[in-house]
């Protein structure tokens, strides 16, 4: 069959392969486990990073909160003191949008990721923009916050594009059951998402090693810019990150939650967000369904007293282990022992 | 208990919709057409007499309850005469009085009927009859006769119609031929049969009825027989023994007294004309409800003003786009800009139709994307660019419909319908996908919400279901129904089958 031929999958064969379509997750995870009331913890960032820090879960440092128009100027003087370069974000923010990152100075200017120096004047209008609702949902006034820059670790140097990669939890009744790191490429620009052409991988929970991924939804193994290899990539602090976005769940409250965790290079795994309302990429990611991992958390639960995080953490990187997945690619050919059944 | 709330609301809902709509077209007959015609009968009764001096009272028998039409209207036409109408059994009696008549006089009864098929309802039995005083030969005869035709018949109404064909076709010395006289007629007959039957104690009646044929200004009235079988009064040709009334005859009175008396008047006559009308079916449903005893029809849509009738026409059709975006998102998967907004594009659609719809819209909104792009720019604060978009929409939409006028594309003037804070909203939102998302997203979606709202606009732009849910309003509870249904549907989207589909390869299979 040609490539570009539409390919249809029967619904039983997905069910089998345990993928979670749309209305199932909205109905049965979402509804069923999100209450509205938390949405608020997880949609203000301001508040998510609020609440991470007194649970004391890592979160980029914040430096301050500019709230009204008149605070723009106070703050623009302070700016000057974090040599290192900050980051200014909307606190309503939806998929990215509004984030400025400066690296540092030039002289009087900052200079943004990338190289280009800017105006402070664009530094104004910037935090004006925010604060007028220009990224928030609904057009809704916003606040923003100044936060540290993080240092990103360099494993992942050679299979990002400019952009920053991201992991992506799924956190299920408190139990981290799937994850995928998001790589940027030149065709996403920089960007990690996998609609614009990311690659998203899969990675196996009991390692930390990346699977492998897919891209434009075709399988891949190497990142189209580098040609590196994706598969097998260990991310640093993977203990901590599982343990991290488990903790996720008390702050939150919320059932079914997605953890965007970035690496950096001193202080390890930091929360960069929190979402309600994960979507299903994971899934294609992972080469796997959602469906049975959650349906084995739902049995754990059983009859079971809440148990800590890091508890859970540790359980669900026994039980979601995938150690068959996380070895190089040149290994597939190898007539190995574990190789797929047909 | 509560897994089954939400299955037993939506059976609930769909069997009261479905139920009063079954009602409503099986017992009251609403038409299921758009423009269904009901047949309607004029019958004129034109009593004329010369008056002989002194008051002149005239008793004419008409219609109470036909069993087998209904009277939509009726009127009198009686200049210089009172009026007043008794119930009489199961007749009415029209009585005109006048003190003082002078010359010929005409008095006019006209009735509009609708036939509502046969009315088989039941009626007490009246008891056994008294058995005639026969004279010889005619008590032998009768006798002989009667215990001869109930050998050959198995009920009362067999009985009767045997003997009907008996007489009918009577050999010269047969025991029926005895009853047969030479001056013979249709009254007569029923007459005589009425007799006969009494000898057998079989309760019968004299029934006088109109053969409506269309165009006739003198049609005779008719007697029927009618014999009752301890349930109800069934009919019976006295000529030729068949049972029930052919759908053309309408009874017009019970009994054997005279259809008009007249006092102090000579050469009174009747006369009957029949012509055939056919009316808009609602319109006809809507009188023929009148006369029946239902509440349902006092509440429903017809009987509001006009213009609300016609906003009503288009809402109604809401719930059933509504459904469609429902389908289409939740079981197809199609993405659009906005819930709701297909629906409203395809109500506008309705009044430019499908393709100068399309090209319109189209039309504009890419226009509007050019300038909002060019907004972008200006780095202008939310609200402010949102109003700046709907103003520029509005002069986009006014420059079209001069320029298109100019042209003599009066079609593209309906443009003025186009909901153009909608509109506006659609572009924001379209520029916000592009930005964010690319063009192909953006683009994607643009055609989904078109595709959406052309899919609506074909449903609700459908004369026959514009018709059903309009006059058939109860028909929404299905319809809500069918939405609380979808409403639970956890399956799998058609669009992710394929979305999952094209990544089959990379799918781990499970060991």
Redesign the interface.
């Known amino acids: 069959m040609p490539a570009w031929l539409?390919?249809?999958?029967?619904?039983r064969?997905?069910k089998?392969?345990g993928?979670v379509?749309?209305?199932?997750r909205n109905?049965?995870y979402i509804a069923a486990w999100n209450a509205r009331r938390f949405y608020p913890r997880v949609d203000d960032k301001l508040q998510t990073k609020q609440l991470a820090l007194d649970a004391g879960l890592s979160v980029p440092d914040l430096y301050g909160v500019v709230r009204t128009h008149r605070q723009i100027r106070d703050v623009r003087r302070q700016l000057r003191d974090y040599e290192d370069g900050f980051v200014i974000k909307p606190a309503h923010g939806a998929?990215g949008?509004g984030i400025l990152v400066i690296e540092g100075w030039r002289g009087d200017r900052p200079r943004r990721a990338g190289g280009r120096a800017m105006e402070l004047s664009e530094l104004d209008?910037h935090i004006s923009?925010v604060l007028?609702?220009?990224y928030s949902l609904g057009?809704r006034p916003d606040v923003a916050m100044i936060e540290q820059r993080v240092r990103f670790s360099s494993v992942f140097d050679a299979v990002s594009h400019r952009g920053v990669p991201d992991i992506r939890t799924v956190v299920y009744r408190g139990y981290p059951v799937m994850a995928m790191m998001r790589l940027p490429t030149q065709d996403s620009d920089g960007k990690a998402?996998l609609?614009?052409g990311a690659v998203g991988t899969g990675i196996d929970l009991g390692s930390g090693r990346t699977i492998g991924g897919?891209r434009y939804?075709?399988?891949c193994r190497e990142h189209p810019d580098s040609e590196q290899s994706i598969v097998g990539l260990q991310i640093p602090g993977w203990e901590q990150l599982m343990e991290l976005a488990a903790g996720c769940f008390e702050l939150s409250q919320l059932g079914y939650l997605g953890v965007d965790v970035v690496i950096d290079a001193d202080r390890g795994p930091l929360i960069l967000e929190l979402n309600a309302r994960p979507g299903l990429a994971i899934?294609?990611a992972?080469?796997?369904g959602l469906d049975h991992r959650i349906t084995a958390v739902d049995a754990h639960m059983v009859a079971r007293e809440t148990e800590p995080s890091a508890e859970r953490a540790r359980w669900a990187a026994e039980i979601f282990a995938?150690p068959d997945?996380t070895r190089p690619a040149k290994l597939d050919s190898e007539p190995a022992a574990d190789a797929?059944?047909a | 208990m509560k897994r089954f709330h939400l299955p037993i609301l939506i059976v609930l809902l769909s069997a009261v919709g479905l139920g009063v709509f079954a009602y409503k077209v099986s017992a009251l007959g609403m038409p299921l057409q758009p423009d269904a015609t009901a047949e309607t009968w004029q019958v004129e009764a034109r009593v004329r007499y010369q008056p002989t001096g002194g008051a002149g009272t005239v008793e004419l028998r008409i219609p109470h309850r036909l069993p087998n039409f209904s009277i939509l209207d009726e009127g009198f036409v009686s200049r210089g005469y009172g009026l007043n109408t008794v119930t009489q059994a199961e007749d009415r009696l029209a009585q005109w009085t006048t003190r003082q008549p002078r010359g010929e006089q005409v008095l006019y009864y006209r009735a509009t009927l609708y036939r509502d098929g046969n009315d088989r309802s039941e009626s007490e039995y009246p008891g056994p009859v008294a058995v005639p005083d026969w004279t010889e030969p005619f008590r032998s005869a009768a006798e002989a006769l009667i215990d001869d035709v109930r050998g050959r018949s198995s009920d009362i109404q067999s009985f009767a119609s045997v003997l009907v064909n008996d007489l009918a076709n009577a050999a010269p010395s047969s025991n029926a031929a005895v009853f047969i006289e030479s001056d013979d007629n249709r009254a007569r007959r029923t007459e005589t049969l009425i007799e006969l039957l009494a000898t057998a104690r079989i309760p019968a009646r004299q029934v006088t009825a109109l053969q409506l044929v269309d165009g006739r200004r003198d049609i005779e009235p008719q007697t029927w027989l009618e014999v009752h079988n301890t349930r109800r009064w069934v009919p019976i040709d006295p000529e030729t023994g068949e049972i029930e009334y052919p759908s053309d005859v309408a009874v017009w009175s019970h009994g054997d007294a005279p259809l008009l008396e007249v006092t102090n008047g000579e050469n009174a006559e009747v006369r009957f004309a029949v012509s055939r009308g056919v009316q808009d079916a609602l319109a006809t449903i809507q009188r023929f409800g009148d006369t029946l005893d239902t509440r349902i029809l006092d509440f429903s849509t017809l009987n509001l003003p006009l213009g609300t009738q016609n906003t009503y026409r288009v809402l109604l059709m809401v719930p059933l786009g509504a459904m469609i975006i429902v389908f289409l998102r939740?079981v197809v998967?199609v993405q659009t800009f906005g819930t709701f907004m297909p629906v409203l594009i395809a109500l506008s659609f309705r009044e430019t139709q499908l393709l100068a719809g399309i090209i319109l819209f189209t039309l504009i909104v890419s226009l509007g994307l050019a300038v909002r792009f060019y907004l972008e720019h200006l780095?202008l604060?939310?609200?402010p660019r949102?109003a700046a978009v709907v103003s520029v929409v509005i002069m986009l939409m006014l420059g079209i419909s001069v320029l298109s006028h100019q042209l003599g594309l009066e079609r593209a003037l309906a443009l003025s319908l186009f909901p153009m804070v909608i509109l506006a909203m659609t572009i924001e939102r379209m520029s916000v996908v592009w930005e964010?998302?690319?063009p192909a997203?953006a683009i994607t979606q643009g055609i989904g919400s078109l595709v959406v709202a052309a899919a609506a606009y074909g449903l609700m732009a459908n004369r026959q279901l514009e018709h059903l849910l309009f006059v058939f309003p109860e028909l929404l509870l299905v319809l809500l129904a069918v939405t609380l249904l979808i409403g639970?549907?956890?399956?799998?989207?058609l669009t992710?089958?394929?979305?999952?589909?094209?990544?089959?390869?990379?799918?781990?299979?499970?060991?």
Request: a positive charge; zero cysteines; proline letters at 7%.
């Open positions: 539409p390919r249809f999958v029967r619904p064969v997905l089998e392969q993928i379509g749309m209305n199932a109905s049965r998929a949008d209008d923009n007028s609702g220009m057009g998402n609609h614009q897919v939804n075709k399988p899934q294609i992972n080469g796997e995938r997945a797929e059944p | 939740n998967g780095r604060l939310l609200v949102l964010e998302h690319g997203d639970r549907y956890t399956g799998y989207r992710e089958l394929f979305r999952f589909g094209r990544i089959q390869d990379a799918m781990r299979r499970p060991d």
